[in-house]
Nanobody, 125 residues
């Protein structure tokens, strides 16, 4: 049984940092696509960042470029999201997603077969 478990969320002030972790179990996701999405109250779940391929290529949504960084540790089967210079607009539940059979960029929610339960990130002004 595949499981993705997020951790690292919390309450921070504007300008501070957080690092989210997503630990996968049940199978290996070494080169498959993994991503972070987020959902703010009353809004659709949106793509934040993804990492894929043997070279760990990455891509970000425009609003987080230069502030967020996605990375993976294949030995730990874990993906991270380092979030710096946080803003109140970053407040949301952050979800980890994965598809071991996708080896290219995708920001389509439907392309990800596995999802975590989410972790709350709240940024106060």
């Amino acid at each position: 049984q595949v499981q993705l478990v997020e951790s690292g969320g919390g309450l921070v002030q504007t300008g501070e940092s957080l690092r989210l972790s997503c630990a996968a179990s049940g199978r290996t996701f070494s080169s498959g696509a993994m991503a972070w999405f987020r959902q703010a109250p009353g809004k659709e779940r949106e793509f934040v960042a993804s990492i894929w391929g043997s070279r760990s290529s990455t891509r970000y949504t425009d609003s987080v470029k230069g502030r967020f960084s996605i990375s993976r540790d294949n030995a730990k089967n874990t993906v991270y999201l380092q979030m710096n210079s946080l803003k109140p607009d970053d407040t949301a539940v952050y979800y980890c997603a994965a598809n071991p059979n996708v080896f290219m960029y995708t920001n389509d929610r439907g392309s990800y077969a596995y999802w975590g339960q989410g972790t709350q990130v709240t940024v106060s002004s």
